[in-house]
């Protein structure tokens, strides 16, 4: 799984080895290691902040022999450098988000919890149990409001992150892409793409026209 993220200037790509980054379009990348001390780092999700685009953040698992840890990593220069934000969390890191307004304010989904920050990963608080985290996003219009997809279900909290609820009932296959765009919801999936317009509490798919839908 890769996650692409842009700014102005450069692309950051999360990769099986760390993050690439170009500053011509693609036409060449240079690898970046992401922490030192390990054999190498399966990147699963990588976040720049748009109104910051210098603070970058990204999750993955690293390894050293046959020692797994997963961890989440913090660049305040563009992805010149790296620092291990993962604190004491212990589980596998799934997706990342921000508040689009403060890229101290970070939320994680992992395989068991939601956990948020609001010191860019000095401190990480438990939000939320729930099983295999995949997708996460804030609402850009209301950065209190957001959503964080699992197996089946869509969650909500209107709090920051500090509370959470399921929304709309069950939802076919587990989450693997969330996103929040237009002022609506999109929940990925292998079942196909669903979208809901009225934040969460209904929805519809919307994969017309698109003739491989699996997410």
């Given at each position: 799984r890769r996650s692409m993220r842009a700014s102005v200037s450069q692309t950051q790509v999360s990769a099986p080895l760390g993050v690439a980054v170009t500053a011509d379009g693609g036409l060449t990348w240079e690898a970046k290691r992401v922490c030192a001390g390990v054999d190498a780092v399966e990147g699963r999700a990588l976040f720049v902040h748009p109104a910051n685009p210098a603070y970058i953040y990204a999750c993955g698992v690293s390894w050293t022999g046959f020692w797994v840890k997963p961890g989440i990593y913090r660049s305040t220069n563009g992805g010149a450098s790296w620092k291990d934000v993962t604190g004491g969390l212990t589980d596998p890191i799934n997706a990342l988000a921000a508040d689009p307004a403060d890229p101290s304010k970070i939320y994680a989904a992992t395989d068991n919890f939601i956990?948020?920050?609001s010191d860019a990963g000095g401190t990480w608080l438990a939000a939320a149990e729930f099983a295999y985290g995949y997708g996460l996003a804030?609402?850009?219009?209301?950065?209190?409001t957001l959503f964080a997809g699992a197996l089946k279900t869509v969650l909500k909290s209107t709090d920051g992150g500090v509370h959470w609820a399921p929304v709309g009932g069950d939802l076919p296959g587990a989450c693997r892409r969330l996103a929040v765009a237009g002022g609506a919801v999109f929940f990925?999936?292998?079942a196909g793409l669903f979208r809901s317009a009225d934040a969460g509490a209904t929805w519809a798919p919307a994969q017309a026209g698109i003739t491989a839908c699996r997410v």
């Open positions: 956990y948020r920050s804030v609402d850009p219009a209301n950065p209190a990925g999936s292998e």
